[in-house]
């Protein structure tokens, strides 16, 4: 019987079965970054132990960074956690991409840019949002900083083994509907819990026809659906982006391609579950809310209370509209903004802002509204600049940035005030996840944050930008 | 490294409302700004029990005195989704927490919890609510949450049946929460799959 990619990348990284039944998985790549690491390299000290493998171990910093300018002072406690990771680099060994170096940026755009990220590979890192690399074709997850410290130890941790669940989205996207709004809308479908337990594969022609990037910003949000880890079978899109990477050996390349290739599930492997999508269906999504499984339609009402099917759903529409000061009922087209932010590991990739460039020249962004363009990393900021892209931005009204994570999750200086309403093309709409413990934010892909920062208020890309032909829903 | 085996938690308990209450709610990303996990505990839930405009104490439940002393934290569905970070477990444990009760919990918030020793354990809506009522109808109600029985009871006479996962529980009644010198212990086995990876 045919083996899962899932399958295959676990069995070859199963080190033994401990005594409480879990598996020692040995994990190929270990990323890590400021904010989860110190904890962990402190444990590590206590115990006197060593990194088992520095050479697995890549490091760089993303969470604190100053966007505005990188090198500006930073507030005392940042600037203990960059010296702290800083010093445990050199300690034990581990490469560090720092901001001398170039190469710094989010740690999951860092690892696919450098080649570090391959198929067939288990990669975890102190971050949920490491299924990112699944796109590679890699079995990557986030951990606690404990695993992050059994990871430095041993190169192993304990893990239970997961359910697959193939998704699979075929047919054809309308025009001015973007990765980001297949995985809103899987997630939407599937509920923020429904992938507990499981791993996600990615499948059906429209992944296979996705970019690189496209499908990291699925995998990027798997874990918003609940999923611990998710990927797309390598191919030779897989390759042709990893050929040539700083990481990759090419030594004898057509032999390692076959090799990642050959991690791809199997034409009769069987899954746990499937989910079928039909891609016609997905229209520009829009979150109302504060789970990332709040979205609807960029055409659709922000949903009712009152029409909820179950007391529970009733009182979570409640909490969140409460929360979002938003009316029942009502357009959420329309609804103000008062920042827009392009950027994060979910789109924060030269793709990102190269599609985003396409639309917005001639275009300013609306009065009051503060826009900010984060590029992923220092190379995307790099290749954008070459490109002029910044300018675009930057004449269309953007402030445009330096590398980081930013106002993903704004343990930097860039940051809600109150309750700003901010069009983000991040991955999360908790309750204060940009900063202010009353800011609010609406999910949804970039060239429709664009869009909400030019008309000032949420809008329909496909209009303002004149993404013919109009969706078949009003 | 001998670890403390644990069979049974008991301590009064606190309920606090809301399903799927992420880790950014309990503790918010700016108090990760740290290098150690020591001090979290007077950050856990702040944005919710603070009033964010004045810095008033809002009616939180973590706020009444009467649970003052409460060790057991209840809880809806969902519990702890959302990032991955530690600090989330590391700053409810700090804060005096010794076992969770849920409806259910994210993997990662579950398993880092594993890890330090604090129990996370589900029981049905309808027991939740049970014991809800009782330690807010009286604080002073004593929860015991017996691993080895696999039982949740209270001194208000309730008796349920809890779910855990058979290897946290284990590894729990076992002593073996922490699972480091086991990892430490397969070298030998580590290096061997390592060397049949042809990229490590
Ligand atoms: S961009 Fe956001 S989600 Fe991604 S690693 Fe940074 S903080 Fe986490």
């Known amino acids: ?474 | 490294m001998a670890l403390a085996k644990v069979t049974s938690v008991s301590g009064t308990g606190v309920f606090v409302p809301g399903a799927d209450i992420d880790t950014d709610r309990i503790i918010p990303a700016r108090f990760m700004k740290c290098v150690t996990f020591d001090g979290l505990g007077e950050f856990a839930f702040y944005d919710v029990r603070f009033n964010p405009e004045t810095g008033e104490k809002t009616e939180h439940p973590l706020n009444d005195p009467r649970f003052k002393e409460a060790s057991i934290l209840l809880a809806g569905v969902n519990f702890g989704c959302g990032s991955s970070r530690e600090h989330a477990p590391q700053s409810l444990s700090k804060y005096g927490f010794q076992a969770v009760i849920a409806e259910s919990f994210a993997e990662i918030f579950f398993g880092n919890s594993t890890t330090l020793a604090m129990p996370c354990v589900t029981l049905t809506a309808a027991e939740i609510a049970q014991l809800r009522e009782a330690v807010e109808a009286d604080p002073a109600v004593e929860i015991t949450i017996d691993l080895a029985a696999k039982r949740v009871r209270s001194s208000a006479g309730h008796d349920f049946a809890l779910n855990i996962p058979e290897s946290a529980r284990d590894a729990l009644v076992s002593g073996r929460w922490d699972p480091i010198q086991e990892l430490l212990d397969n070298e030998s086995k580590v290096s061997a799959t390592a060397a049949a990876l042809s990229y490590v």
């Open chain 1, 1 to 474: 019987m045919g083996k899962s990619l899932y399958q295959k990348v676990w069995e070859s990284h199963a080190v033994s079965t401990l005594a409480d039944g879990r598996t020692q998985v040995f994990i190929g790549t270990h990323l890590i970054h400021e904010v989860t690491s110190p904890q962990a390299f402190g444990m590590l000290r206590d115990l006197g132990l060593k990194v088992k493998y520095p050479q697995r171990t890549f490091a760089t910093v993303d969470h604190i960074v100053p966007t505005e300018n990188q090198d500006q002072p930073v507030d005392p406690l940042a600037a203990e956690m960059m010296a702290a990771l800083q010093s445990n680099a050199d300690d034990f060994n581990v490469t560090y991409f720092d901001l001398k170096s170039g190469k710094q940026g989010i740690v999951h755009v860092v690892g696919p840019e450098q080649g570090i990220t391959q198929p067939g590979t288990t990669i975890a890192c102190g971050d949920s949002h490491t299924a990112t690399h699944g796109a590679f074709g890699a079995i990557a997850f986030g951990i606690g900083t404990t695993q992050v410290r059994d990871v430095l130890a041993t190169q192993t941790m304990a893990m239970e083994a997961l359910k697959v669940r193939r998704i699979e989205v075929n047919g054809k996207l309308r025009p001015g509907v973007y990765a980001k709004d297949v995985i809103l809308h899987i997630i939407r479908q599937l509920g923020a819990k429904g992938g507990i337990g499981y791993c996600y594969e990615y499948a059906g022609n429209i992944f296979d026809e996705m970019s690189m990037e496209e499908r990291m910003t699925v995998c990027n949000m798997s874990i918003e659906g609940g999923a611990r880890c998710g990927y797309v079978n390598p191919d030779e899109k897989t390759v042709a982006y990893l050929k040539g990477r700083p990481y990759v050996d090419m030594s004898d390349f057509e032999a390692t391609a076959a090799r990642w290739l050959s991690f791809a599930s199997d034409p009769d492997a069987t899954f746990d579950d499937v989910v079928k999508i039909d891609a016609g269906e997905i229209e520009p999504t829009v979150t109302w809310g504060i789970s990332p499984d709040h979205g609807i339609a960029i055409s659709e009402t922000i949903p009712d209370p009152a029409a909820a099917a179950t007391p529970v759903e009733k009182a979570s529409i409640e909490e969140a509209l409460a929360y979002m000061k938003l009316p029942a009922g009502t357009p959420i087209k329309g609804v103000k903004v008062d920042v827009a932010f392009i950027g994060s590991c979910t789109n924060g990739r030269l793709s990102d802002f190269r599609e985003v460039a396409k639309y917005i020249q001639g275009h300013k962004v609306a009065e009051g509204v503060k826009a900010i363009a984060v590029p992923g990393s220092q190379i995307v900021a790099q290749l954008c600049k070459q490109e002029g892209i910044d300018k675009i931005f930057t004449a269309a009204g953007f402030e445009w940035r330096e590398a980081g994570c930013s106002m993903c999750l704004a343990m930097n200086p860039d940051k809600l005030v109150g309750d700003q309403l901010c069009a983000s093309s991040s991955n999360r709409n908790f309750k204060g996840r940009q900063g202010s413990p009353t800011g609010r934010t609406v999910l949804m892909s970039p060239v429709m944050v664009a869009a909400a920062a030019i008309r000032g208020s949420v809008a329909d890309a496909r209009e303002l930008f004149d993404l013919a032909p109009q969706s078949a829903v009003a």
